[in-house]
């Protein structure tokens, strides 16, 4: 089949989508038998056009690039709002890539609810939704014969998820911890070569790594919408993004780092998840002393790493890039990939 591709929201990791589908497109084709066309855009900021035979992304990202917005597209229907979008397009794959609220999960969710029940598969980067309702939004995904996926709300391009659910499956997986904040990790790292906590956050915002903001970050709250997400899907939790314990950085001082490195450790913001003898799941977001002999103690920068404890293969780590638009734009045309080959067997 051929997949009517709509962007909810145009931001940077729905360019970087649109970037590589351009770039991919006859690749995609002849490797995959993936075929799409864009047929609709919806940004609250950029404007949004629909055109039934396909956009043109080249000249869409031109306009993006040149004027920060849509509005001199000129071809197709202008100005329908997310839900019209969703709702009457000929769309049969949504991409939602849009601002959302983290606390609420929203417009996020109310656009993966509206899509699954037009019965339209979903791709989605937003952490807000799979941390906050993931099993009603299966659930519903399921009763309306579509698929959801979201690889990227983890670590990014770096496929945390695929590796527990599909490359690690039945290995006995009985514990996940990892390095999944780019932006304190960078910040650690900073510290250690001799840079104070405020001079490290500061060249973390300027570099983009951090928010204006940066309490998500640095008090754990990213890392813990990850490592819920996480638990959640692969470990076959239930737990709600309030109930893990969180801990962040900012009590972590420069002699901190100096004492644990002579004792032979380095300091991490740990996010983790364990299967109980019992059968419960425990998860926390919290610094830790990391042995410098592990593979985690020598992930440095803004680089994320994941390690999975198993009862067939030990551990497994894997390591990459936990942000950036290339890399979450890939992390959604996986997800995008993996329906296509799920809808073509059917």
């Not at 709002?81 to 890539?97: C, G, H, M, Y």
């Not at 060249?203 to 997400?229: C, H, M, N, R, S």
């Not at 100096?258 to 799941?281: M, Q, Y």
Request: glycine share 10%.
């Amino acid at each position: 089949m051929e997949f009517n591709i709509a962007f909810i929201g145009f931001g940077v990791v729905g360019q970087g989508l649109a970037e590589i589908l351009i770039e991919q497109e006859e690749f995609l084709k002849k490797n995959y038998d993936f075929h799409f066309k864009v047929v609709a855009v919806s940004d609250t900021m950029k404007g949004s056009w629909y055109k039934r035979t396909g956009l043109d992304l080249k000249k869409l990202l031109a306009l993006v690039k040149e004027n920060g917005n849509l509005k001199g597209y000129g071809e197709g229907i202008e100005g329908w709002d997310s839900l019209k979008t969703i709702e009457e397009t000929n769309a049969n794959l949504i991409l939602e890539v849009a601002w959302t609220d983290l606390k609420t999960g929203e417009p996020a969710i109310t656009h993966v609810k509206t899509a699954l029940k037009n019965k339209k598969h979903v791709v989605l980067t937003n952490k807000g939704p799979i941390a906050l309702a993931v099993r009603e939004l299966l659930d519903l995904a399921k009763k309306n014969g579509v698929e959801m996926r979201y690889e990227g709300t983890v670590l990014s391009g770096t496929p945390a998820l695929n590796l527990g659910l599909n490359n690690l499956a039945g290995a006995g997986i009985t514990k996940a911890m990892g390095i999944v904040n780019g932006t304190t990790n960078y910040i650690l790292t900073e510290m250690e070569k001799g840079m104070s906590y405020e001079d490290a956050l500061k060249q973390a915002q300027e570099l983009g790594y951090a928010e204006a903001d940066p309490t998500a970050d640095v008090e754990g709250f990213d890392a813990l919408g990850k490592i819920v997400i996480l638990a959640n899907t692969v470990m076959g939790a239930n737990l709600s993004k309030d109930e893990p314990p969180c801990e962040g950085i900012t009590k972590i001082t420069a002699e901190d780092i100096v004492k644990a490195k002579e004792e032979g450790f380095r300091w991490k913001l740990i996010a983790g998840a364990e299967i109980k003898k019992d059968g419960s799941i425990d998860a926390y977001v919290r610094p830790e002393k990391i042995p410098l002999t592990h593979p985690l103690a020598n992930i440095m920068g803004p680089t994320n790493a994941l390690t999975y404890s198993t009862k067939y293969v030990s551990d497994v780590t894997i390591v990459g890039p936990g942000a950036g638009k290339l890399p979450t734009g890939f992390a959604l045309l996986t997800d995008i990939l993996d329906i296509n080959r799920l809808v073509s067997k059917r």
